[in-house]
């Protein structure tokens, strides 16, 4: 049998820099960021914490390759199409996605910038989606930062419920179901008037109607431009 030390020595050098990114996203995603410790990463790992030290200077380094980890995925077999809106959709759409599966880290980190390859890839999509529409290049850019940004902003709110303990998440739930429905109509005539209609917070259509009513925004513009 091999000694301690050897076996320690052994582990450490034999983890990878995904190990380390794979072990972040489990201590993340179970325990929250505030875990992410490189002692806990140790632990995880079974190794001891300098190990992490050979591929991340500091916890805000791994910070931002976590943000590039949720890129990734979300980019994962993505091919854009051949229309512009169809390819912001379908982006906009798999960023959800990947933030509610990751919802520790996407209720966190939206608002980071990862200077990653995955991070470049996704803009160059998105600017190149918007250019092919033939509007000018300052519209262009403006239009990538109002609709990035609602798309991470939106994104980021639904991983926040998402990320609440479940008790919290279902009291927030019920209260549109339950409480909304009970307020008085000499009150408040309107919210009583539409309670029955009031979606549900957690309801994807709303994230798809928001992001439509963005799309016909910009297509709107587009077609301004064309028929000044």
């Known amino acids: 049998m091999a000694d301690p030390t050897e076996r320690r020595r052994r582990t450490r050098n034999s983890l990878s820099r995904d190990e380390v990114v794979q072990a972040a996203m489990r201590i993340a995603e ?3 960021l505030d875990s992410l410790t490189f002692s806990n990463l140790g632990k995880e790992l079974g190794a001891h914490k300098t190990a992490v030290y050979r591929y991340f200077q500091d916890k805000d380094e791994l910070l931002l390759t976590l943000v590039d980890t949720l890129q990734e995925e979300a980019l994962r077999d993505f091919t854009p199409a051949e229309h512009w809106r169809e390819t912001l959709r379908e982006h906009a759409l798999r960023t959800r996605e990947v933030y509610l599966r990751h919802p520790q880290i996407g209720q966190r980190l939206a608002t980071r910038t990862a200077r990653s390859e995955h991070e470049f890839r996704t803009v160059e999509i998105i600017l190149s989606a918007l250019r092919s529409t033939g509007l000018p290049d300052a519209e262009v850019a403006r ?3 109002v609709f990035d940004d609602f798309v991470l902003a939106y994104a980021s709110l639904e991983a926040a419920l998402a990320a609440l303990d479940p008790q919290t998440r279902e009291r927030d739930l019920l209260a549109w179901r339950v409480d909304y429905p009970r307020v008085t109509a000499e009150r408040y005539p309107t919210i009583a008037a539409l309670a029955a209609h009031l979606p549900a917070l957690d309801d994807p259509a709303n994230f798809e109607l928001a992001l439509d009513l ?6 709107l513009r587009v077609q301004r431009s064309r028929n000044p």
Do not use: A, T, V
Request: aromatic share 16%; charged share 40%.
């Open 143 to 145: 239009y990538y930062r």
């Open 214 to 219: 963005m799309l016909d925004s910009i297509e």
């Open 30 to 32: 179970r325990d929250g």
